[in-house]
């Protein structure tokens, strides 16, 4: 049996370059949410794209994941501040999400600057489990 199982659900019209879309989360935690091209290469204007939502679904899960990672290495994180940044580039024979990119910043106390991000260099997620052919890179300091 799994552990979770959760759904989104999205709805296009019209074609690629001039239709639009939604996205809905099955739990209504974030309401539905406009989806577009050109939201999702040039400017956003108050929509969101797949390439917003992998960075939310990583940052969260990291997050989560390194902070149980400290934990189970005996020490207490106080505070794991996560931005990443996923990246659409545009490759031979079309578009490809190609890497993400994470700011790593946090509070553990009794850790010092240098195995801190050691250990964020070293962590792993579901999400970027789930992202096998896609480039990480992290960037971690303690506030």
Do not use: Y
């Not at 490759?91 to 850790?111: F, Y």
């Not at 260099?121 to 506030?143: D, H, I, R």
Request: hydrophobic share 40%.
């Amino acid at each position: 049996m799994a552990l979770a199982e959760r759904s989104a659900r999205s709805v296009w019209e019209g074609d690629l370059l001039k239709g639009s879309g939604t996205v809905t989360f099955g739990t209504g935690a974030i309401g539905e949410q406009q989806i577009s091209w050109p939201a999702r290469t040039e400017a956003a204007n108050g929509k969101t794209s797949p390439e917003e939502l992998i960075a939310a679904a990583q940052a969260g899960c990291f997050s989560m994941a390194f902070a149980h990672g400290l934990h189970q290495k005996g020490f207490s994180p106080e505070r794991i501040d996560v931005e990443a940044t996923c990246v659409l580039d545009r490759v031979e024979g079309g578009v490809k999400i190609t890497r993400i990119h994470m700011v790593v910043r946090g509070r553990v106390a009794g850790l010092d600057e240098a195995a801190f991000q050691q250990l964020a260099g070293e962590q792993t997620c579901p999400v970027k489990n789930a992202l096998g052919n896609v480039e990480f890179s992290v960037e971690a300091s303690l506030s």
